[in-house]
Nanobody, 131 residues
Framework: QVQLVESGGGSVQAGGSLTLSCAAS????????MGWFRQAPGKEREGVAT??????????YYADSVKGRFTISQDNAKNTVYLQMNALKPEDTAMYYC??????????????????????WGQGTQVTVSS
């Protein structure tokens, strides 16, 4: 049973920073596809940053709206994925969800895929940015 547990959300002023963490259990594969999506009220869930982790390396994807401000990273030993968010804007306000799916060597394909392509989801953590 795969479980994803997010932490690190909160309220900050515009320009501030937050780091989200996602601890995975029951998700032990040599190739991993994980990421962060967000959903604001009345809007669809959108991809923020995804990562394809394979033996010896990894690839990442960022939505245009967060490029240069957000960084996704992973700690294999802790089976944890992080999202460092800097220069936060009010439009970043949303519920942030960690996600994962099983993927093989062609996991790069999932970097750009929408939410329905991912199987496992955390409960979400709220990020609120005030102006």
């Amino acid at each position: 049973q795969v479980q994803l547990v997010e932490s690190g959300g909160g309220s900050v002023q515009a320009g501030g920073s937050l780091t989200l963490s996602c601890a995975a259990s029951g998700y032990d594969y040599s190739s991993k596809c994980m990421g962060w999506f967000r959903q604001a009220p009345g809007k669809e869930r959108e991809g923020v940053a995804t990562i394809f982790i394979y033996t010896g390396g990894g690839r990442t994807y960022y939505a245009d709206s967060v490029k240069g401000r957000f960084t996704i990273s992973q700690d294999n030993a802790k089976n944890t994925v992080y999202l460092q968010m800097n220069a936060l804007k009010p439009e970043d306000t949303a519920m942030y969800y960690c996600t994962a799916r099983v993927c093989g060597p062609a996991g790069s394909w999932y970097l750009y895929r929408p939410a329905y392509e991912y199987n496992y989801w955390g409960q979400g953590t709220q990020v609120t940015v005030s102006s």
